[in-house]
């Protein structure tokens, strides 16, 4: 077996539960305060890697109390922390989040996310060059997100981008990526003037769109081909599209086809919303097993 690169963010999570959120100005008070790890990069390397997968982190963490926090929470799901550097003089990044009214709403600080550097990624090349796949977010600097494609491009390494936060990106990072995965907003600003089917048939295989409730459209030949979600109660969106990124890529890792690879996604991201925190609600590989099997 082979094994999956992530190179992205980890930060600590700071959330506020609270019956709604405060208008401008306005204090009310919360209910409870939840510390737990996140990060777009970290959050799908513990969704890959709780599905099985071999798995590394190449990223940056603080010398501090949640960078210590983080690579412990990270080892405890399987991810392989080897590239994972700790920096003095740099806080590990924090994202801090209000969750009410049933959704969430995020402020994050980088941090030692910032320092994720080509210098970095040099040093973990060695693994980054053998893996199944790569997979990128926006939470690093976006010179080192160009650098890397180039690097996997040249090597012929799969590349999978998840295009969030969202920012412009460059024409070519779409040609030589494998993979990006944008929700329906973030495709309507990446494919300006190109409504959704164009997209979908114009970069068939290539581009795999959540469009929330719907659950995922990709283009096949000719075709967009609509990949149903699961209903399911939910807790706490935070992290749903990370498990679904991981899922995804521990799919296409293993051989599954992108119809399958996606089905499997979304049973994970599904159980994922019935928790709290982005990587607290991630499942096991046997409970998303045990869903698709009462879902045929």
């Given amino acids: 077996m082979g094994h999956i690169s992530v190179i992205g963010s980890c930060n600590m999570d700071l959330t506020v539960e609270a019956d709604r959120r405060p208008l ?33 982190m190449v990223g940056c963490v603080g010398r501090d109390a949640y960078g210590s926090l983080m690579l412990d929470a990270l080892k405890k799901s399987g991810v392989k922390t080897d590239y994972v550097s700790v920096l003095d003089g740099v806080d590990t990044g924090t994202a801090h989040i209000i969750l009410a009214e049933g959704d969430n709403s995020i402020i994050v600080l980088k941090g030692a996310n910032d320092r994720v550097s080509p210098q970095v990624v040099d040093e973990a090349f060695d693994i980054i060059r053998t893996s199944d796949l790569v997979m990128l977010q926006h939470e690093i600097p976006m010179d080192t997100i160009g650098y890397i494609i180039d690097r996997c491009y040249e090597e012929k390494v799969p590349v999978m981008l ?47 769109m959540t469009v929330g409730s719907e659950g995922v459209l990709y283009g096949e030949g000719n075709e967009v081909v609509h990949v149903p979600g699961f209903h399911v ?32 996604a979304n049973a994970a991201a599904a159980l994922s919303v019935g928790k709290i925190g982005a990587q607290g609600g991630m499942p096991w590989r046997n409970e998303v097993e045990e869903m698709l099997s009462c879902k045929k």
Avoid: C
């Avoid at 969030?164 to 495709?187: C, F, G, L, Q, R």
């Avoid at 935070?238 to 679904?244: I, L, P, R």
């Fill in 24 to 56: 401008a100005g306005e204090t009310v008070m919360g209910k409870r305060l939840i510390v737990s790890p996140g990060g777009k990069g970290a959050n799908q390397a513990v969704a890959a890697a709780r599905l099985g997968e071999e798995v590394y």
């Fill in 233 to 264: 109660p939910v807790v706490d969106t935070t992290g749903a599209g990370d498990t679904f990124n991981g899922a995804f890529a521990a799919g296409r890792a293993e051989g599954l086809s992108i119809r399958e690879s996606i089905r499997f």
């Fill in 162 to 208: 998840n295009p969030a936060p969202y920012m412009d990106i460059p024409k070519e990072w779409i040609d030589k990526v494998t993979y990006i995965t944008p929700n329906e907003h973030e495709a309507a600003l990446m494919f300006q003037g190109m409504d959704r089917d164009e997209i979908l048939k114009s970069h068939a295989g290539k581009v795999i």
